[in-house]
């Protein structure tokens, strides 16, 4: 007899649960990792894709394509990391990763939607391959370059225009941190947002109140980021991040002419309760000694069991 088909919610808690364990495997077996981000952000990264991108249906998991240079005219082997969502057609969905250092949890998502092959992490930061540790536009997962941190909203609000102008059913949905809340570029690209009336886009802000020199209101305040963003006329919620069927509700909501946009409020040691004794220095975690990985190789086991 077979089993019965899960949930999407199912597949999303799964999911979440593959992601926090793939990464803490990689930042075991490489001596560090962005692992706050994975556990902040692993919920909102399994909403996208068990249930929020309308995407082509996966062609099974597909290998990380080796770096081929910089785009040129003349450069006919290259191409963006899109592959990995599937044809760019008018009716599915484009996702833009703004904070490229979540992209080991980005590839780590990817490995668990059955989108990419489960062995593409030993690729990860090697000489000649894509799958980068500040991901680029080559990367699995990624079709603009949007480091140094910033630039990415303002590349979605381009192809949201052009979307818009070309009559195309599919949105733009950008995965943002909240210290790019603190950049010029931002509230400048959410200017030309509410201008030309982009609410064919859906912005989901990892909320986990860290960056690397701290927390983020002690570095610079950005809050009350709700209030701000409705100044600048955005269409805002506030949500508990973790919670995988608030965050799909808000994000298929009908679009009211305004940008839609997600604060997902999140815990950056959700999971993995060990990583609070870093605090506040969370942003990537450096075993000091063999003693402390240890005792992350023994979390890693009861996240196994």
């Not at 077996?29 to 692993?42: E, L, P, T």
């Not at 593409?120 to 941190?149: Q, Y």
Request: with cysteine; hydrophobic share 35%; glycine share 8%.
């Amino acid at each position: 007899m077979s089993k019965p088909e899960l949930s999407w919610q199912e597949k999303a808690k799964n999911m979440a649960a593959g992601i926090r364990k793939r990464v803490l495997e990689h930042t075991i077996k490489n001596n560090g990792g962005y692992m706050s981000q994975a556990c902040s952000s692993a919920e909102i990264f399994a909403a996208l894709y068990s249930k929020i991108l309308k995407l082509e249906p996966s062609k099974g998991p597909l290998e990380p394509k080796p770096y081929a240079g910089v785009p040129s005219g003349t450069n006919v082997k290259y191409s963006t990391g899109a592959y990995f969502n599937g044809a760019k057609n008018p009716e599915y969905d484009r996702f833009i990763l703004s904070p490229t250092h979540y992209s080991l949890v980005l590839y780590a998502a990817l490995i668990e939607a059955g989108r990419m092959s489960e062995n593409s992490l030993d690729e990860f930061n090697r000489d000649g391959s894509s799958v980068e540790m500040i991901g680029a536009e080559h990367s699995p997962g990624m079709e603009v370059m949007t480091g140094s941190l910033g630039q990415g909203l303002g590349q979605a609000a381009g192809i949201a225009l052009a979307r818009k102008m070309k009559k195309e059913d599919g949105r733009v949905i950008v995965m943002m941190s909240d210290g790019e809340f603190q950049i010029g570029m931002t509230w400048e690209s959410l200017q030309f947002i509410s201008h030309h009336k982009l609410d064919n886009m859906v912005i989901i802000v990892d909320v986990n109140k860290q960056q690397c020199d701290g927390t983020v209101n002690s570095v610079m305040k950005i809050d009350p980021l709700d209030k701000r963003l409705e100044a600048f006329g955005a269409r805002v919620f506030k949500l508990y991040g973790h919670n995988i069927n608030e965050l799909a509700s808000r994000a298929e909501l009908k679009p009211d002419g305004r940008v839609l946009v997600i604060l997902a409020e999140t815990d950056p040691c959700q999971g993995l309760s060990l990583l609070s004794s870093n605090a506040p220095k969370l942003h990537y975690l450096r075993f000091k000694n063999d003693e402390e990985k240890a005792k992350y190789e023994e979390a890693l086991k009861r996240m196994v069991e």
